[in-house]
């Protein structure tokens, strides 16, 4: 049996743009939070520091080519970048601009399209001016113009393929209701281009199945923790499930937070069936905790998550991969600093994620 490529999920929002500036303040960048963060509880890991304090500006080309070559060493196949295109209007995307100069690049990589609007409700806020930018997906006009766009990725060799077709990511395909005849522009298009047989999109699968699963693609990819979060099983066990495996809920005036051990939620991902031979694939999590974005806001703080620990668990998740026959494994994320899903490496486990994915891959 093969082996997946393990893809960890990639976000750009480290460096400098004017609409960030306008609406968080002047030099906000996903650091801005992530610094300000403080402890909640006794033994609350915040706030997360980079290794020896590096904290990146991703408009130095530089660092995302140095980051290429590290995820390389550690056995990562690919990253999966966020796209953001809003009818024809661009977001963070001079990092991966600036990887098209280069002739070559020392790791494969796809993008996974975030059709979301950008709201205040990010950070916590539900006031009624919280769209900040809008998502309008348009006609076949605007299909192709954006499809015109991502060829220019999907024709370097570096990018991902199945059987010579780009792998393309939607983040949230739900909510495209024009998604039949997006995707058959789209491929036209593709086809016009070479790729015989169109493209191959895979679906972020982030809510319960009868929710979620869209009738258009050609695979999905389970969005880790959220889809164990909020899967059937937990919702209907809710109560019971808080209670007596994901730990003691954290007092404080608001009684927002509820603290939940990663092994206990880790049980509960690996206990869904894992589908043999279709394109379903497996997600993994290296922890979750979005108090640096979120304050005091609602949220889940997923603790516990050592190296030690999720090594073991991303064994298990890796050997159902391979025993599912998966293409992809999808990691929830290299640099999600700000949700506290994150295998780069930090002042207190250092590189121990990482090189614990590199341990169990290395010994299949």
Not at 173 to 189: D, H, K, V, Y
Not at 292 to 300: S, T
Request: glycine share 6%; charged share 25%.
């Amino acid at each position: 049996m093969s082996k997946p490529k393990v893809i960890a999920i990639y976000l750009p929002q480290f460096h400098q743009i004017k609409e960030n500036d306008m609406w968080w303040g002047e030099g906000f960048t996903e650091w801005t939070n992530v610094k300000k963060a403080q402890p909640l509880y006794e033994g609350h890991n915040q706030p997360r520091v980079p290794y020896m304090e590096n904290y990146y500006d991703l408009s130095n080309r530089n660092v995302l080519i140095d980051q290429m070559l590290l995820a390389n060493e550690y056995m990562i196949d690919g990253f999966c970048f966020y796209h953001y295109w809003f009818k024809g209007r661009k977001l963070l995307e001079k990092p991966l601009e600036a990887l098209l100069e280069n002739k070559s690049l020392p790791l494969k990589f796809m993008l996974s399209w975030a059709n979301e609007p950008w709201t205040r409700t990010w950070d916590g806020d539900n006031g009624a001016k919280s769209v900040l930018m809008p998502q309008d997906y348009g006609d076949k006009r605007d299909w192709i113009e954006h499809y015109k766009y991502l060829s220019q990725f999907f024709m370097r060799n570096e990018y991902i393929k199945i059987d010579g077709r780009p792998v393309m990511v939607l983040y949230n395909p739900g909510e495209i209701q024009c998604r039949r005849e997006m995707l058959s522009a789209w491929n036209e298009e593709a086809k016009k281009d070479g790729f015989s047989d169109g493209l191959f999109i895979v679906n972020t699968h982030r809510l319960p199945v009868e929710r979620e699963i869209p009738s258009y693609g050609d695979a999905l990819f389970d969005f880790e923790p959220l889809i164990t979060v909020s899967d059937r099983f937990t919702y209907t066990k809710k109560k019971s499930v808080i209670k007596d495996h994901f730990g003691n809920r954290l007092d404080n005036k608001q009684e927002v937070y509820h603290v939940v051990d990663y092994g206990k939620l880790c049980e509960l991902m690996i206990s869904r069936e894992a589908i043999k031979k279709a394109h379903h694939y497996l997600g993994f999590f290296t922890g979750w905790d979005n108090t640096p974005r979120r304050g005091l806001k609602p949220q889940l703080v997923i603790d516990g998550n050592t190296p030690n620990v999720v090594t073991h668990y991303f064994d298990i998740q890796y050997r159902r991969s391979i025993e599912a026959e998966n293409e992809f494994l999808f990691i929830n994320a290299w640099n999600e600093w700000g949700e506290g899903a994150v295998l780069e490496a930090d002042d207190k486990f250092e590189y121990g994620y990482i090189e614990g994915i590199k341990k169990v891959i290395k010994n299949y």
